[in-house]
């Protein structure tokens, strides 16, 4: 029960108390066995008490309602409250997402950043584009001018091989008829042929016999000095690779040059072999052993992994051989792209590999090299150990006339080779 109830309770008992009195003092009523009667006095006190009692309860009726009306405000209050939490939760979420929003636009501001700098270094490329852009038109502009100037020629020379097939022609018909004339001159003419055609079978006889006897008596090996052991061998001499465990190829043996026992790596010679290739290309290796060729990556890394080796660089430019030796010589297998170990050099053709020490193998789908902004083997249309990007590219493409061809800088500068050669041999033998 409420505290507002019970005071409504006691004021109905007062009520009732005050009406139970008055009746008792009206006349008529009948007096109850054993009860005493109160007298008027008694009666007078009664109500006194009871009108004070009942002026009481509504006052107390009064402060009760006024306390029931601040209730409901504490209660109205406790919702506000409440709200303004809910409310204060909603804020503390939205500051949160505002310190998140701060962070990323702090990251972007950085990528802006990086980015301006990106912008920065692709306008200095490009300002170092340009000269090299006129550059490479200055030169297809004399290029142009060159072959129209060889056409000409051709044109010029054409006529006059024309010309020279009519004097010619003129010549056989009065050689023929001298023939007819001198019938017996042409018949000494004739046997003299056959005579020369003889000694010719008689020159291939003996050609066929000692090529016989080369292979008969030629090696097995690839060993320095053996030419004391092979008097008659040739500079060249291809034999199988078994010998060298892991490997199962051919190789071309220089017999020759500082005593022999050169395995050749790289030849070019002729130029009739594209060495502008990918990666599986140069893995594996291309070309022939009779002409230009590479031997392969893999093939090298295998021979090199066995015991030491020394390499033999040779170039030729404008007639001149020159040689670079280098005292030491490995490349790293495949999982390492290859990369380039020489030691100490020596030589005539000057030290042009050293700045490729320690670099890995690159093609032109795959860039290894150092250069962020271009690939050196695309760029300079071979495949080599580029750094960023090179001193020398004997695989480069084959009689260019600038730094894209077989460039070994300190002989050919810009210019490209017309003969190069690779070959390594085995240290302490």
Not at 225 to 238: E, H, R
Not at 267 to 273: A, C, F, P
Not at 337 to 363: I, K, R
Request: hydrophobic share 35%.
């Amino acid at each position: 029960m409420g505290l507002r109830d019970l005071f409504t309770t006691a004021r109905l008992v007062s009520l009732l108390v005050m009406t139970t009195t008055t009746s008792s003092a009206t006349p008529g009523w009948a007096q109850t066995s054993g009860l005493s009667v109160p007298s008027a006095h008694d009666l007078n006190n009664t109500s006194q008490i009871l009108l004070r009692l009942s002026l009481f309860m509504d006052r107390l009726d009064l402060r009760l309602e006024t306390m029931d009306a601040k209730m409901n405000n504490i209660e109205r209050v406790d919702i506000k409250l409440k709200t303004m939490e809910l409310k204060i939760k909603s804020l503390d979420a939205i500051t949160n997402n505002i310190d998140r929003l701060d962070v990323k636009l702090e990251t972007i501001e950085a990528k802006i950043k990086n980015i301006d700098r990106l912008d920065a270094k692709l306008e200095t490329i490009e300002a170092k584009m340009q000269p090299l852009e006129d550059s490479l038109k200055d030169k297809f502009n004399r290029t142009k001018k060159e072959m129209e100037e060889l056409w000409a020629g051709i044109l010029i020379l054409t006529n006059t091989i024309e010309d020279h097939i009519s004097v010619m022609k003129s010549d056989v018909k009065n050689s023929w008829q001298q023939f007819q004339l001198n019938t017996e001159e042409n018949a000494s003419k004739t046997i003299n042929a056959f005579q020369s055609v003889a000694k010719k079978l008689n020159n291939t006889f003996v050609e066929r016999f000692k090529s016989a006897y080369t292979d008969l008596f030629s090696p097995q090996i690839c060993n320095k000095n053996g030419l004391l052991f092979y008097p008659y061998l040739a500079q060249y001499t291809v034999i199988g690779g078994k010998e060298i465990p892991g490997l199962d190829t051919e190789i071309l043996c220089d017999t020759v040059t500082d005593r022999g026992g050169w395995i050749v790596i790289q030849r070019r010679v002729t130029g009739e072999v594209d060495f502008y290739r990918g990666w599986a290309s140069y893995k594996a290796g291309f070309g022939s052993v009779d002409n230009d060729f590479w031997l392969g990556n893999d093939n090298i890394h295998t021979i090199t992994s066995i015991g030491q080796y020394e390499l033999r660089v040779e170039i030729k430019y404008r007639g001149e051989s020159k040689f670079a030796n280098y005292g030491n010589f490995s490349i790293d297998g495949g999982k390492e792209s290859y990369t380039l170990h020489v030691g100490s050099y020596s030589g005539t053709a000057g030290d042009s590999l050293e700045y490729q020490n320690g670099q890995n193998f690159s093609t032109f789908d795959h860039d290894n090299d150092l250069l962020k902004y271009s690939n050196c083997a695309e760029f300079y249309h071979g495949a080599w150990w580029y750094k960023d990007c090179h001193h020398s590219n004997l695989n480069g493409r084959w009689g260019s006339g600038n730094t894209a061809g077989l460039v070994w800088l300190n002989t050919t500068g810009c210019k490209s080779a017309e003969f190069s050669e690779m070959k390594i041999r085995r240290l302490n033998e």
